[in-house]
């Protein structure tokens, strides 16, 4: 019965995050939620949970600026990728490249520099257990979301 109930749990948390995801990525980015796990280790003395999500974006395309309620670790899967995080110069990553976000920090850039090829990005994102959002948008001058 245990299993089932935490089978269960899992499952519905899993369908949460994918719901959130989507609803705030209805922009330039599609993310897919691949695994969600309840972890051993804590983030700031909290029980903790890891996301993995798939990122696709199209040619030209961006995503809204956001934060992340924990690190996050990504892997450029396909393509290429511009990240922008809080006030530092925006980077460009390749595929095979991988990259860190801190907890918290402004992700303002999120796009797919090319014209023609589709960026592939693979999202380890560690966060509080139970949170709503993996990827809380945020407000900025110009985006209304």
């Not at 989507?22 to 796990?37: F, L, P, S, T, Y």
């Not at 934060?67 to 925006?90: Q, S």
Request: charged content about 25%.
């Amino acid at each position: 019965m245990r299993w089932v109930r935490e089978s269960l749990g899992r499952g519905i948390f899993l369908g949460a995050v994918g719901m959130s995801l989507a609803q705030n990525h209805e922009d330039g980015e599609m993310v897919k939620v691949i695994a969600a796990h309840d972890i051993q280790e804590k983030l700031d003395g909290q029980a903790a949970g890891v996301t993995v999500v798939e990122v696709t974006i199209e040619p030209g395309k961006a995503g809204l600026p956001h934060r992340h309620p924990g690190p996050g670790f990504v892997v450029v899967a396909e393509g290429e990728y511009e990240l922008g995080i809080d006030d530092k110069p925006t980077q460009r990553f390749k595929a095979g490249e991988v990259f860190y976000e801190p907890t918290g920090c402004l992700h303002r850039v999120s796009r797919n520099p090319s014209t023609k090829s589709t960026t592939r990005l693979i999202a380890f994102v560690v966060h509080p257990r139970g949170a709503k959002e993996v990827a809380v948008p945020v407000k900025t001058p110009g985006h209304n979301h």
